[in-house]
C-alpha cells in the first residue's frame, strides 16, 4: 500500500510544481469557457441552456490535455522500467497513476465549475447539478484515457493518435454526463436515470483501465 | 544463489541480435558483460531484467527469496537515471524507496555513500551527469536488493566516483550480491568476462 501511496504523492506533487501539468488543464478549461459567451453572443437564456455541454465539452478536452504525458514522461526517463520491474503489480500501479492524474488535473475542473458557471448564465443549482456530474463521470474520462496513454508510449510521438483513440470512449461519458446536468436543472427525465449510468460508465472504466493500459505497457516494452 | 541463462535468443525489431547465448553467475560473484557497440549488452540486461521477451531460452534463478521473479529481485541501472528534474534529490530517493519496497536503508545514508548529502534539498533539474548518475547508484543502496543489472554503470563518473562505486560494489558482493554489468571499461573489481558478439 505504501507503494501505491508514494507513487500518487509523487505524480500529484510533480503536477503541482513549477512545470507541471495541474494548472494548464484549469488554463485551458478556463479560456475555453470564457471565449463561449464572446462566439455565442449576449443571449443569456442561450447561454444557460448550453452552459453544461459547453461545461463539459471544456473539462473533457481539458482533462485530455494533459493525459498524453500520463506514462509517456515515465518512459522517456526510465521510471517506467523500474513500474515495470517492481514487486507492485502493475495493473495497481496504473490505476495509482491516474488517480493521482485525477487529483491533480481532474479535481480543480471541478473546483473552477461554478465560477465559470457565472460567466454561462448558470444559478447556483445548475453549477451544483454540473460539478455532482463532473464529479461522478471525470474518473471515467481519466481512467479510459489511460488506455491510449499507454498505447501512445508504444508508439513513439503518439499524442495525436491518443485523442483519435480516446475521444470515441469518451462519447458516452459526455452523453451522460450532459443529459444528467441537464435532467437536473430542466428535467423531464429525472436526474438519477442519466445520473445512475454515469456512475456505472466511471466504476466500470476504473477496472478495465488499469487492466487494459497494464496489458499494453507489458506488451510494447522492446 | 545461481542465475543462469541457457540459449538465449534475443530478436529485436525482426533482426536477430544474439542466439545460443549462455552465462551463468552465483553469489558473491559479478560478470562484466563485453562486447562492441550494438552485440547486445543492454538487450541481454534487459531480458535478465525481463523487459524484453525472450525470443528463445531460457532464464533460471535458484535460491532466491520466496520464488520471486528475477525482475523483482534486482535493480536496474540503465542509459536513464530515472530521476524527476523537479523533484528534490533527497524526493528522488524516498520516492523510489518507498516504491520498490523491501528491506530499506535510510535515504541520508545512501545519500552520504555516494557523497550527495550537501545536494539533497536541490531539484534534480540542477544535477550534473555525474551527480544524477551516483543519485541513480544512491537508489541500489536504498533498497536491498541481491541481483544488480548494471548498465554503463560508470558512465559520466569522475575517477574518485568510480573508485567510489567499485567500493560499493565489493560491498554488496561481499554480502553475496550478484552483479551483471554491461561495461566497456574495467568496472574496478574482479569479474568474469562474458564476450557477446565475437571478438570486438
Known sequence: ?????????????????????????????LTVVVLMPFAVGPDLKLLARIGPAVLWLGALLASLLTLDRLFMADAE????????????????ACAAKALAHWLAAGLPLIVATPVLGLLLNL??????????????????????????AALAVTLHRGGLLM????????????????????AAISGPVPFGTPFSILCALSLASMVIGPFAAAASLRHGQD | ?????????????????????????????????????????????RLVAGLLTLAGGSIELSGGEDDLPVAEQAHYLGHRDALKPSLSVA???????????????????????????????????????????????????????????????????????????AGLMTDHLDRDGLIIAATHTPLGIAARELQIGGGA
Open chain 2, 1 to 45: 544463489m545461481r542465475l543462469s541463462g541457457r540459449g538465449l535468443k534475443c530478436v529485436r525489431g525482426g533482426r536477430e541480435v544474439f542466439a545460443g547465448l549462455d552465462f551463468e553467475a552465483a553469489s558473491g560473484e559479478a560478470v562484466a558483460v563485453v562486447g562492441h557497440n550494438g552485440a547486445g549488452k543492454t538487450s541481454l540486461l
Open chain 1, 123 to 148: 444559478d447556483g443549482t445548475a453549477s451544483l447539478a454540473v460539478m455532482l456530474t463532473l464529479l461522478a463521470g471525470t474518473p471515467a474520462l481519466t481512467f479510459t484515457g489511460m488506455i491510449g
Open chain 2, 91 to 165: 524526493e528522488n530517493l524516498s520516492f523510489w524507496r518507498d516504491f520498490l519496497g523491501g528491506e530499506a536503508t535510510d535515504p541520508a545514508i545512501s545519500l552520504e555513500a555516494v557523497g550527495l548529502s550537501h545536494t539533497a534539498h536541490l531539484p534534480a533539474a540542477y544535477l550534473s551527469a555525474g551527480q544524477r548518475r551516483r543519485l541513480s547508484i544512491a537508489r541500489l543502496l536504498a533498497v536491498r536488493r541481491p541481483i544488480w543489472l548494471l548498465d554503463e554503470p560508470t558512465s559520466a563518473l569522475d575517477a574518485a566516483g568510480q573508485q567510489m562505486f
Open chain 1, 163 to 182: 485523442a483519435v483513440l480516446v475521444l470515441p470512449l469518451s462519447i458516452p461519458v459526455l452523453i451522460f454526463g450532459v443529459a444528467a446536468s441537464q
Open chain 1, 1 to 29: 500500500m505504501s507503494a501505491l501511496g508514494s507513487i500518487i504523492r509523487r505524480d500529484v506533487r510533480i503536477a503541482l510544481r513549477v512545470g507541471g501539468g495541474a494548472l494548464i488543464g484549469v488554463l485551458f478549461f
Open chain 1, 77 to 92: 526517463d526510465g521510471s517506467l522500467d523500474l513500474i515495470v520491474m517492481s514487486r507492485t503489480p502493475l495493473e495497481l
